[in-house]
């Protein structure tokens, strides 16, 4: 098979086998690094739905995500040029790890599953759009301008993130602290892109063991805020029901 025409009709006229493998396996790996973030926030954010309506939001948070790294993809160029994305990337994703800790009551009452499921899909779309930008970014990356390689990429990403998510789902139910385990892995991840935020490099590199106290102090935060306000939560509960 003469794989030159091939690759001219996907305007890849310069590729050759090895040069195409090579970038589709740096994408496989990407998404398989890269996307289990994103699965543990769609995971945390569907927990509370009624059974019947988890997979759906699974499905459609997933397929949401990948139109938002699409429209992402297209424009990364004019991404790179927006001063402060990481950063302020990194603090919605501090605020959104908080909620999905925070909030720890789902709606049974069958006019309140449509609401539920509206937020659950809201958060799992917002969540994933901050994330995806390490992901786009890297992909983009990897494929060294194709676009066909970007939405190979973009299609392989969909399943890890729908398999990971019923996973995490799973020990979730399993195993409820698990749920404190994906939100430490938001906020590194949350952390991570404040402190690699161009625009305010030099601060960090004048005094680089901030860093650390920058992962700490969001891990104490985040985690111990969400941890008593769900606690609080809980509390109201109980203490409505006896007075019912």
């Not at 590729?15 to 990407?30: E, G, N, Q």
């Not at 739905?49 to 790294?69: E, F, N, Q, S």
């Not at 991404?79 to 919605?92: E, Q, R, V, Y």
Request: glycine share 8%; hydrophobic share 60%; proline share 2%.
């Amino acid at each position: 098979m003469d794989f030159s025409a091939l690759f001219s009709m996907l305007g890849m006229a310069d590729w050759d086998m090895a040069k195409f493998f090579t970038a589709l396996l740096s994408i496989v790996v990407i998404d398989l690094v890269l996307a289990g973030d994103n699965a543990i926030v769609i995971a945390m954010a569907a927990r509370n739905l009624p059974d019947h309506l988890r997979k759906k939001a699974i499905i459609w948070g997933t397929l949401g995500a990948v139109v938002t790294r699409v429209i992402m993809t297209i424009a990364v160029v004019w991404l790179l040029k927006i001063p402060g994305l990481l950063l302020l990337g990194g603090a919605a994703l501090l605020w959104i790890a908080y909620k999905l800790l925070s909030d720890s009551s789902g709606h049974t009452i069958e006019g309140s599953k449509i609401t539920s499921m509206a937020a659950a899909l809201k958060t799992i779309i917002i969540a994933d759009t901050v994330m995806g930008i390490d992901n786009v970014l890297a992909v983009a990356g990897a494929a060294h301008g194709s676009i066909f390689l970007v939405i190979v990429g973009l299609l392989i990403s969909v399943p890890i993130m729908v398999w990971g998510s019923t996973l995490a789902l799973k020990l979730i139910e399993k195993f409820p602290v698990t749920i404190y385990i994906g939100a430490a892995i938001l906020v590194y991840t949350a952390v991570h892109m404040i402190v690699t935020e161009p625009l305010i490099a030099g601060f960090w590199d004048s005094v680089p063991w901030l860093r650390y106290v920058a992962y700490i102090f969001g891990m104490v935060v985040v985690l111990g805020g969400g941890w008593m306000a769900s606690k609080s939560t809980r509390q109201d509960k109980a203490a409505s029901t006896k007075t019912v």
